[in-house]
């Protein structure tokens, strides 16, 4: 095996726990504040407060995170322009949608997440002959999540309110990067 797709697929494993852990720890913050009725910016304050705290650490711990990510920008930024159209508007397309749509922004966190990891993950094996599997785990989980978090929005509709459902979308992420980083680490 070659020894720098096994450091790259570790760097991954860490990184996509490291997201895990803040979207988890920021869920569970933002829930607390919201209960307290804290004023919505000081939840964002808190999300981009613990997205700096875990991925700065992350990245002073791992030394590799940051070179590695740089390399895999550096290879998309070669793609053709209508593979990186639609490695963007994977990602961003569902996010896009949410002010339109915002009743359906739980699923459309899911979609987003899980449409940008695959499509990144095929066009990565396509232009730049890397095999990142822990992304396309990432990904599927991501979309087999959707029609499960319907549900549970279908079936407790009356008991839980959106901004639950909405939080229980966010845990489900930090389920698919967590499953992925753990896919990560262990496969290769």
Do not use: C
Request: charged share 10%; hydrophobic share 55%.
């Amino acid at each position: 095996m070659n020894k720098t797709v096994g450091i790259e697929s570790r760097v991954s494993g860490f990184l996509f726990l490291s997201i895990a852990i803040a979207v988890l720890t920021g869920t569970i913050i933002s829930e607390f504040l919201s209960i307290h009725k804290i004023p919505i910016y000081y939840q964002l304050l808190s999300w981009f407060l613990i997205f700096a705290f875990v991925l700065g650490i992350t990245f002073m711990k791992m030394k590799n995170v940051f070179h590695t990510m740089r390399n895999r920008m550096k290879n998309s930024i070669k793609w053709p322009l209508w593979a990186k159209t639609i490695n963007g508007l994977s990602w961003a397309g569902p996010f896009l949608m949410i002010p339109a749509f915002h009743t359906f922004s739980q699923y459309l966190i899911l979609l987003g997440i899980g449409l940008g990891n695959i499509s990144t993950f095929l066009l990565i094996k396509s232009y730049s002959k890397y095999d990142n599997k822990e992304q396309f785990v990432v990904g599927i989980i991501a979309v087999l999540m959707i029609p499960v978090l319907f549900l549970v929005d279908m079936f407790t509709h009356t008991n839980l309110v959106h901004h639950h459902i909405l939080a229980l979308s966010r845990i489900l992420v930090a389920i698919s990067y967590g499953v992925g980083g753990i896919y990560a680490l262990f496969e290769r």
